[in-house]
T-cell receptor, first 110, second 112 residues
């Protein structure tokens, strides 16, 4: 699975959009971009995933660049409950394991 | 709530002991995965089962073993426990192997 690079930490004001970047310059054509988050030692929570098109669900939007070498997770209106470590994971769809990196600690401030 | 359940929530035991962690996947999910999260290693994949059969192994120690039963629940057995085995152990499940994994709340193991 391709390696990902994320900033160690980010801050966001409550009510504003949180944009979390991820670089995955060695991504292969059959690899998907997955985002999970972990709120203080709870089980990782699935957020969204995509291959090459932008995706949106009730939690977030995923923007993948045309060359697929980077992506951005967007939380449109961050709340204090969105404070968590966010993991960007690149995974072959048929693969079994998820390979977690260090992730980005997002802190939403009041 | 992901629909994946894990028991117990907390476990405190002594070095050298053996423990069993239990995971019930979401209804309809055939694949179960085990992950370990320790302070110094982060979240690491241990092992995967699909419909009762072992499918993939990660960084799982020989002292650790797992199985998936006909009702699809899974157990992770940790034996000859060491201080360094203290960690959060998460179970995840997915409908099929290539589908999205959903995680349980975890079991926090403390080895004294």
């Amino acid at each position: 699975d391709a390696k990902t690079t994320q900033p160690t930490s980010m801050d966001c004001a409550e009510g504003r959009a949180a944009n979390l970047p991820c670089n995955h310059s060695t991504i292969s054509g059959n690899e998907y971009v997955y985002w999970y988050r972990q709120i203080h030692s709870q089980g990782p929570q699935y957020i969204i995933h995509g291959l090459k098109n932008n995706e949106t669900n009730e939690m977030a939007s995923l923007i993948i660049t045309e060359d697929r070498k980077s992506s951005t997770l967007i939380l449109p209106h961050a709340t204090l409950r969105d404070t968590a470590v966010y993991y960007c994971i690149v995974r072959v769809r048929s693969g079994s394991r998820l390979t977690f990196g260090e992730g980005t600690q997002l802190t939403v401030n009041p | 709530d992901s629909g994946v359940t894990q028991t117990p929530k907390h476990l405190i035991t002594a070095t050298g002991q053996r423990v069993t962690l239990r995971c019930s996947p979401r209804s309809g999910d055939l694949s179960v995965y085990w992950y370990q999260q320790s302070l110094d290693q982060g979240l690491q994949f241990l092992i995967q089962y699909y419909n009762g059969e072992e499918r993939a192994k990660g960084n799982i120690l020989e002292r650790f073993s797992a199985q998936q039963f006909p009702d699809l629940h899974s157990e992770l057995n940790l034996s000859s426990l060491e201080l360094g085995d203290s960690a959060l152990y998460f179970c995840a499940s997915s409908v099929l192997e290539q589908e999205t994994q959903y995680f349980g709340p975890g079991t926090r193991l403390l080895v004294l």
